[in-house]
């Protein structure tokens, strides 16, 4: 098992020694966790797909802590990323950008561009800035399953692969960070997240919005993806039938239902979309626990985070055969 150890100057120092030297580290970011290995060692980079047993096309984020940093990884960062960075970094956004010849090859899964954060997280941070690399890291979940928001849920499905794991408590977002692209004529959100459509609208005017693509740029947009093990429906409590309700569990967004459910939990009774989706996967890990036949997903309201909210409840959906 990994050991589990609380964030403090001591265990980051240790954490960032781990990467230098190849390993593989947990670790808290504003978002959800982090598996990290040394973005510039294609041998770590390796252990990361397989501990994940994560598709070799599915390229992973690159972390930086500084500009010097960001442009140790991309070629160049043209004018509207410039705009996106001075707004949002650090901060829950990702930028896709032409990546330098010197990124290894697995990090990108060969293709031309990488994408790139400066996390807000101060563990996140200061991890990167003592391994004094820049640091390649997907969510800490078996690919395709629920993001971990806690060091536990870290620990419970990666546990065994991991070095060491930070732990510095549930992460602020809950949801993964929003991934543009601003290459192409208009600039695209490849996946919704943290950073609301609207407020990227607010500094770049219109953008598209990419929908679940069959041969995806980001895999976050494979129709399934952000998956629990029970199988999961989006449903009001009212058209849930009677007779099933026994056997599964519901997550309301803001009122519990009558009754009749096996499990309630309510994701904002201050039907607060921030708070939503900052409790999103850490209440879909406990129902998922439960064992139960099915899990029901209140629709919330698909403005700001609702958005992210409802992308990750469709795709959790989408994982029933
Ligand atoms: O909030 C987050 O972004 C978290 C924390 C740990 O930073 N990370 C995260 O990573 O969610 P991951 O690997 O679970 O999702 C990364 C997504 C994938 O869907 C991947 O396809 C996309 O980023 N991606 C990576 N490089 C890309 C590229 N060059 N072009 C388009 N999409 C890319
Ligand atoms: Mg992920």
């Known amino acids: 098992m ?3 150890v609380p964030a403090t100057p001591e265990t980051i120092g ?11 580290v947990a670790f808290p970011t504003e978002t959800v966790y982090g598996l990290g ?38 070629l160049e960062i043209p004018p509207l ?3 996106l960075i001075r707004r949002f970094w650090p901060g829950p956004l990702t930028l896709v950008l032409r990546r330098r010849p010197k990124l290894p090859g697995i990090v990108t899964a060969g293709l031309d561009t990488v994408a790139v954060r400066e996390p807000s ?31 536990e849920h870290v620990a ?4 065994e692969e991991v070095d060491l794991i930070l732990d510095a408590g549930p992460t602020p977002h809950g949801i993964e960070s929003t991934i543009v ?11 919704v997240g943290a950073v609301p459509v609207e407020e990227l609208e607010a500094v770049l005017g219109p953008v598209e919005v990419a929908t679940s693509a069959r041969r995806p740029q980001a895999p976050g947009q494979l129709p399934s993806h952000y998956a629990p093990r029970t199988h999961l429906s989006v449903a009001r409590a009212e058209e849930v039938p009677v007779s099933a309700r026994p056997r599964s569990a519901y997550l309301a967004f803001q009122r519990p239902p009558e009754d009749g459910f096996a499990a309630v939990r309510v994701l904002s009774p201050r039907g607060d979309l921030r708070e939503a989706a900052a409790r999103l996967f850490d ?6 626990g439960l064992g139960l036949e099915r899990i029901y997903a209140e629709p919330v309201p698909e403005t700001g985070l609702g958005r992210a909210i409802m992308d990750r409840l469709r795709r959790a959906s989408a994982a029933e055969g």
């Not at 040394?38 to 598709?55: I, S, Y």
């Not at 563990?123 to 806690?150: H, K, W, Y």
């Not at 419970?156 to 546990?159: E, F, N, S």
């Not at 601003?182 to 600039?187: H, M, Q, S």
Request: proline fraction near 8%; glycine fraction near 4%.
């Open 121 to 151: 997280h101060p563990v996140a941070l200061e991890l990167i800035r003592c391994a004094e690399t820049p640091v390649a890291a997907p969510s800490a979940n078996p690919f395709g399953r629920l993001s971990p928001t806690r060091a």
């Open 37 to 74: 290995a040394n973005a510039l060692d294609p041998v770590a980079v390796a252990r990361v797909f397989e501990v994940k047993r994560r598709p070799a096309f599915d390229p992973l984020i690159v972390h930086v802590c500084d500009r010097t940093m960001l442009e140790e990884v991309v």
């Open 14 to 24: 240790e954490a960032a020694r781990i990467l230098r030297r190849g390993g593989l």
């Open 2 to 4: 990994a050991r589990v």
């Open 283 to 288: 209440l879909l890990h406990e129902l998922d």
């Open 156 to 159: 419970r499905h990666l546990g």
């Open 81 to 83: 990323a410039q705009v």
């Open 181 to 191: 692209s601003v290459l192409g004529e208009t600039p695209q959100v490849l996946r």
